[in-house]
C-alpha cells in the first residue's frame, strides 16, 4: 500500500486531541495505564498520545474506542481552541 505523501500540516492538531483525551481521561479518574489497558493498547501508547511534545497519529477506530471508554461523544476529543 503506497503512503500518501501530505502537503499540510496537522501537528497542532495531534497535540489537541492529546490534550482533550488527557482531560477527559482525568475526569474519568482514570490513569494512562487504566485506559490503556481498557483499550487493550500499551500504557506508553497513551502516553505518547497524550504528550505534547510528541505527535502521535491516532487512527479513527481508535479514537472511537477512546471515547466509547470515557463516555464522551467524539466531537469533544476534537475540538480545536485555534
Known amino acids: 500500500m503506497e503512503e500518501r505523501k501530505s502537503n499540510f500540516?496537522?501537528?497542532d492538531k495531534y497535540i489537541e486531541i492529546g490534550y482533550n483525551i488527557a482531560y477527559y481521561r482525568k475526569h474519568?479518574?482514570?490513569t494512562q495505564?487504566?485506559?490503556a489497558e481498557m483499550l487493550g493498547?500499551?500504557?506508553s501508547h497513551i502516553s505518547a498520545i497524550e504528550a505534547p511534545n510528541i505527535v502521535r497519529?491516532?487512527?479513527m477506530d481508535l479514537l472511537f474506542d477512546i471515547a466509547a471508554v470515557l463516555d464522551v461523544e467524539v466531537y469533544k476529543l476534537l475540538l480545536f481552541k485555534h
Open 9 to 11: 500540516n496537522h501537528t
Open 28 to 30: 474519568a479518574k482514570l
Open 33 to 35: 495505564e487504566q485506559l
Open 41 to 43: 493498547i500499551s500504557r
Open 57 to 59: 497519529k491516532i487512527s
